[in-house]
């Protein structure tokens, strides 16, 4: 399908109807006068639709899960949502009781403020895992946000930098396209950086066959003006996922608190996508498939930004298995090599180490024969291969193209087991010194605990 | 059972019968006049017995398995062993059918000199992946270290030297015990350092259920004079392993070519311990205790030093989960605790991040109610445990004496579920800057390829 989808700027205020706002409340108790403005990054956003929206949600596996993930995933069923309150610096996570009444005060305050019911209020953290939410500097931040929404590109901004943690950088982007006659906007804002191989489902209940390998606090929050049935919307969710958050991995670990949702509050004045038009399985057509499309590609490209600028990831690699005899081998596949230490340790060196990268195949729990594994590198998306290996034997390509291929910042790792017709990919990054050096923490700080 | 296991010298030639060498035959090529006494480690042992030795074999599960492997596991069934040749530098893996007339060339020659049986003799290899050995300087390795073959503790030294590649020390122990008012003695050496994860079976073929987490190359040789039936002695082995070679990793991955191999030559003259006496399940009693004891804890030792040996490792934790639904369970949660980079990389910080340790057991395959888990540090093989968490809440325990227990090099994490009564350990490392520079490799030299 050729589909026009227009980069707009705004992000999570790009669709009609919404607003945004970030401050700073310092919820990680830094005090005041501790001098530097970067610990005084913004910890705080909310992000607001004037009328009722279609609400879908994914949420972590992991059975250790943070309060504002149970209270989400309750109240996504319900379909509807009005705002998003989303704090960084704590994670709210093993808070047990009194975490789960922190988060229910934080959608309470501002629902009333909003005058809105306060199960139309979603809440989302990020931060240190097993400290109580420090509930004064919240109410003052959710207090202070308010006045301060609005929807031009500037509050979006402060919205994308106020959920950020280990990030180095704002992730959002915003598309524009046509749906039956109609211009509909979609923009997303995330956060990742560690903690980072994301296993979500619709419940946060994980399905009893693939416990193994789902594995950052990752947030995203995606709006649109699109019109569409809450049911609709979890569909397109749930596809939409399962091809990017779920395909990625910086450093194998599933968060307690990975949540994505989206709002849909039909300004936009399409006629409405209905859950007939999104069923499990079923290929999308028409307006279905437009919609499908744009949701999916904003999914992927804040995935891809998370990968990028995972904790100390200097490259981004595509690893692609084909021809396994079943789509759960190739998903253990491509997480085996995704995940190996000593894969990532090569990527991070340019070294085209196959032995490696077949040893990872090996103990992984897919179906795999020595002598009919090929393994090769090509540029980002091309199918352009350098073979390194073909049915199990080193190819006569040159250690020296080898190694230029390997030394590329972004390039895709082809894996062709050449056992079956199922294909899988993850998005990946190298393990570096630096990752280590960020994670070993600063135990003189107390505050470095958590996820 | 209070049992006399004294330790003596000489390792794998502590008892009676067998001789050992090793000599350098080059086998990276790093050809002559390079320079460095370092470049000329040794790198090929044999290991010889005086009379038809019994013989038992454990192997890498992995799918990819290196020829040596293969030669071994089809000869232990055999149940006879004369000699064992083992080289480091190459593993012999993805060799394909040159590889395998290699590993039988190898154990042809030796066998031809001593003048036993080809199938009798067996190889062991460890290094580069997907490298053709080097059967020139093999063979003049093997015509070499025949004439150098004595038994005193000089002799296990160099055999010991040359099995290791990345390792920093040798790794060898023997011990002396009685046995039916006989003098019996074992002992072994081994290697390990890298991709170690070991889980091996008998065959090398995997256990349907266990493929996931069963993840160096770590070889071991072990031998005594003790007699005991091929199948009793397989069966002792395959306790002993289970208890250590496969409770350890250093970095989660699985090699190519882990082997282990006990032969038992039966000098001693101790009365034969039969298969009967070692069925698998069954408590050993009498004789049979005391040689499993002794076995057992030649495995430990040796498996513990290859931890501590491990690339970059600066620590040593024993992560010790109990109170699991099931084994199953227990296994899946100390196997994620023990190799999540965030748990590895806060261990190098001594970092006591609970919530790092809760979110692995929380991404498992094993069951976890946030609400029951405890968690605490205690000093090795101690049972006072200063706990940083209780039934999921964070103790009094100030930070100041918790950062004082994860600071220490060596402790035991004590990882309580309180769901079961199914218990497990792993013996692991902490994940450090030294590790990833290790193995991001050098580039500008091919022979840095491998496993």
Redesign the interface.
Known sequence: MKLKLKTVPGSIVAAQGFQAAGVFCDIKRLGTGKGSNKGKKRDLTLITSSTPASVAGMFT?????AAPVKVCAARVRKGIARAIVVNSGN?N??T?PQGLADAREMTARAAALLRVPANTVFVGSTG???VTMPMDNVRAGIDAVLPLLGSTPVHADQAAEAILTSDTKPKQIALEFRLGGKTVRIGGICKGA??IQP?MSATGARPAAS??G??ATMLCFITTDARIEPSALQQALQEAVAHSFNRITV??????NDTVLVLANGLAGNSQLKATEFRSGRTRVGDAAVFQAALSQVCLSLAQMIVRDGEGVTRFVTVRVEGAKTWADADAATRAVAN???VK??W?????????I????????A?????KVDIGYSAPGSRKVLWS?KR???TEAS?RDL?AA??AREFDLHILLNLGTHSALMYAAD???E???F?????SD?T????
């Not at 077949?358 to 992984?364: T, V």
């Not at 179906?367 to 002598?371: G, T």
């Open positions: 596996t992991n059975q250790i899960c994670a996570a093993c047990g240190r895992i097993g560690g903690m296993g416990s193994q789902l594995h450093d194998g670990d599933m968060s307690t190996s230490s000593l340790t090569s991070h060196g340019g070294d085209p180490n196959w032995g490696r077949i040893d990872a195949l090996g103990y992984s729990a179906k795999v024969v020595e002598s290996l199990g034997k080193p250690f190694c390997a030394a393990l570096t010194e990752y280590v050096d994670n070993k923490g600063d135990v107390p470095s605990l958590g996820g």
